[in-house]
């Protein structure tokens, strides 16, 4: 892979390579040397993303990390500790917690990538941060694929697993961090920290010859394991449990749903506008829409921000839990009291703006 193809790629990333619109020196890019790129265009494109707020976004990721590492350490916490029996969707919603700590995890390492503009870790770091970021990726929207079937099978069918309903779960989650885990072996294999034009980067070690099989491989994995296909799951399976809701009067379930709808649809916003962004790219990379400066302009300030939307989605869930999931707000603030970290004045106006008994919720989520 030449020089020049890697600069390029640096903001134009197959996967979540981080860039930094501060690195001046990436862009002496001469006229001759631009004509080696994949999407060549009659002339040299000016710095697209000259002007983008590379100070805003390394805040909003270290403001990211510490509500993910805070929050998804307590929806652990709170699951861990609850004295009856963990349902399958406790069981879910723990892993999930897991997966977005992990994820939340790698983000001050690519907060200082982008604020010293170059990667300072190593290969080693360069190569377990990315593929923890890929594992934790994959594993989360499998997750959610899984909740949503766990629902529907539950609300639906009306199934229960009953005694083996553990071990399906266990053999389940399993099953998402293994897949998780052999999607993420690519990119933890080619990346490498590269010396490239007076700087260091951390992207994928790959040559020419092999760049446009690589990148097409990633993208279709991210757009249809990594999004399409659970997302498809997600929609088809609360499709048909909101309509056997409406017809139910058990407000029990319907409080349940609100909170899993909640989390779907914050998993919708967040990567939706990321995954459209990328997939644009790909075809513009493609030759299926005519590339040209002022197009790529806008794409490359618009797959900047929407991959911070996108890695914001690791502290969502636990502050959505919050605020909808009466149960877990309930639960949490009953641990923490214990704890003498929550006065009992506020456990207490907490408890009076819910109804649950004991009797109602004795087969149903903490996390809900």
């Known amino acids: 892979m030449s020089k020049m193809e890697k600069e390029y790629d640096l903001y134009n990333y197959t996967g979540f390579g981080l860039s930094s619109p501060s690195n001046d020196s990436l862009y002496n890019i001469s006229k001759e040397d631009y004509y080696y790129f994949e999407n060549i265009l009659p002339f040299p494109c000016p710095d697209s993303l000259k002007d983008v707020n590379g100070i805003g976004i390394v805040i909003g990721y270290i403001v990211v990390f510490f509500l ?26 723990m892993h999930l917690a ?29 190569k377990l941060i990315s593929g923890v970021q890929e594992l934790a990726f994959y594993s989360c929207v499998f997750l959610l694929a899984c909740i949503s079937i766990n629902r529907y099978m539950a609300i639906v069918k009306a199934t229960q697993f009953l005694s083996k309903e553990q071990h399906v779960v266990r ?20 990346r490498e920290a590269i010396d490239i034009n007076r700087t260091t980067i951390c992207y994928e070690n790959i040559t020419v010859e092999k760049m446009d099989d690589w990148r097409v491989g990633l993208r279709v994995l991210r757009h249809v394991l990594g999004f399409f296909f659970p997302l498809t799951v ?40 990321n995954n459209m962004a990328e997939f644009v790219d790909t075809l513009m990379r493609g030759g299926l829409i005519r590339d040209s400066c002022q197009k790529r302009d806008h794409l490359d300030v618009a797959m900047y ?16 839990y919050a605020f909808v999931g ?3 707000r309930n639960h949490l ?25 004991t009797g109602s919720t004795k087969h149903t989520s903490v996390t809900l």
């Open 98 to 126: 897991f997966a977005d700590l992990l994820f939340s995890l790698t983000l001050p390492f690519w907060a200082v990538y982008i604020n010293k503009s170059k990667w300072v870790f190593g290969t080693f770091l360069c």
């Open 234 to 273: 997600m929609m088809v399976c609360y499709g048909c449990t909101v309509g056997t809701l409406f017809h139910s009067r058990n407000s029990q379930k319907t409080r349940a749903m609100k909170v899993i709808f909640c989390v779907v649809l914050a998993f919708i916003i967040c990567w939706l506008p």
């Open 305 to 320: 921000y929407t991959q911070a939307l996108a890695f914001m989605h690791c502290a969502i869930n636990p502050i959505l």
């Open 171 to 190: 053999l389940l989650c399993l099953s998402v961090w293994l897949g998780a885990t052999l999607l993420s072996i690519p990119i933890m294999v080619q």
């Open 326 to 328: 009466k149960k877990f």
């Open 333 to 357: 603030l009953t641990l923490l009291s214990k704890k003498g970290l929550v006065s009992r004045e506020v456990l207490f106006r907490s408890q009076a703006g819910s109804v649950y008994s």
């Open 68 to 93: 993910g590492l805070m929050g998804n350490s307590l929806v652990m916490f709170a699951v861990c500790t609850m004295n009856k029996r963990r349902t399958s969707t406790d069981v879910y919603l």
